[in-house]
């Protein structure tokens, strides 16, 4: 079963733009991640965030986490033709637990 | 430092058939995953070890998939028989001890027919 949900499900932009990507979560979490996934190839780990944590950044990455509304945001600025991938947040519940993923945002960034 | 390594990258197989997936994780990962991922969707964890030992196969459709990490370190996917709805990218991942961040390898697609 699938935990978090992203939204939008799509999402095209042209270069130099930001990109501001939803997640939804539905049970008590111990930390939230944020993964990169290009066409046919695995994921790409982008940024961690923890349960008592509330924005973290990374290059041009930005990610909050709102534990009361049970969401986070993902925030690419400046866009550019390289970032377009599909992107999965996943919730990690406990510290021994796997990940649940989403069903991710397709991120298009037109030239 | 290698990344995790997958074979084979694509597999074309009938139904009814079995197949086997090989997972090399990066040197020193003492936990390994397992996922499946179906077309446009997340992946979906199957199994997780830590070292040698299966400590989370609640996920595992039992009846026909088997897995197994030997001296805790590569690992093998098998299905036996393969239904069409098993064609997904099977994705294994490995994290070092302490540490959070999944490293993933690039998944073998797997076509049922």
């Known amino acids: 079963s699938q935990q978090g949900e992203e939204d939008p499900q799509a999402l095209s932009i042209q270069e130099g733009e930001n990109a501001t990507m939803n997640c939804s979560y539905k049970t008590s979490i111990n930390n939230l991640q944020w993964y990169r996934q290009n066409s046919g190839r695995g994921l790409v780990h982008l940024i961690l965030?923890?349960?008592?944590?509330r924005e973290k950044h990374s290059g041009r990455l930005r990610v909050t986490l709102d534990t009361s509304k049970k969401s986070s945001s993902l925030l690419i600025t400046a866009s550019r033709a390289a970032d377009t991938a599909s992107y999965f947040c996943a919730t990690k519940a406990g510290g021994a637990d796997g990940l649940t993923f989403g069903k991710g945002t397709h991120l298009i960034i037109q030239p | 430092e290698a990344g995790v390594v997958q074979s084979p990258r694509y597999k074309i197989i009938e139904k009814k058939q079995p197949v086997a997936f090989w997972c090399n994780p990066i040197s020193g990962h003492n936990t390994l995953y397992w996922y499946r991922q179906n077309l446009g969707q997340g992946p979906e964890l199957l199994i997780r070890y830590e070292n040698e030992e299966a400590v989370d196969d609640s996920q595992l459709p039992k009846d026909r998939f088997s897995a197994e990490r030997l001296k805790g370190v590569d690992s093998t996917l098998k299905i036996q028989p393969a239904e069409l709805g098993d064609s997904a990218v099977y994705l294994c991942a490995s994290v070092p001890r302490y540490q959070e961040t999944q490293y993933f390898g690039p998944g073998t697609r797997l076509l049922v027919l």
């Open positions: 965030i923890r349960s008592n944590e």
